[in-house]
């Protein structure tokens, strides 16, 4: 069984940053693809970024192009998001999820079908 904890969710002002971090812990892969989707109230969930086992592919939904960044530390098993130029439209719970394979499946991330997801951390952006 595979573990996702996330943090590093809190409050912050609108054009503020935050950084969320993921840990994977558990009967790890030797190679997988990690990345965030989030649900704000009353909306069903979204994609949000994704990276590659190695770290050379990413991708970002429209909506944080520019803004979010994701990355990862294969040595901790973790993947992080550095979120800049927050928006109120922003808040919401951010899930970790892992997809089992080593390069980003774009139709799996979109329609939210990975294998496994952290318990989410909440994220809110005030006017």
């Known amino acids: 069984q595979v573990q996702l904890v996330e943090s590093g969710g809190g409050l912050v002002q609108a054009g503020g940053s935050l950084r969320l971090s993921c840990a994977a812990s558990?009967?790890?892969?030797?190679?997988?693809?990690m990345g965030w989707s989030r649900q704000a109230p009353g909306e069903v969930r979204e994609f949000v970024a994704a990276?590659?086992?190695?770290?050379?592919?990413?991708y970002y939904a429209d909506s944080v192009k520019g803004r979010f960044t994701i990355s990862r530390d294969n040595a901790k098993n973790t993947v992080y998001l550095q979120m800049n130029s927050l928006k109120p439209e922003d808040t919401a719970v951010y899930y970790c999820a892992l997809d089992n394979v080593p390069i980003v499946r774009r139709n799996t991330w979109t329609t939210g079908t990975m294998d496994y997801w952290g318990k989410g951390t909440l994220v809110t952006v005030s006017s």
């Open positions: 990276i590659s086992w190695r770290g050379g592919s990413t």
């Open positions: 558990g009967r790890t892969f030797s190679s997988y693809t």
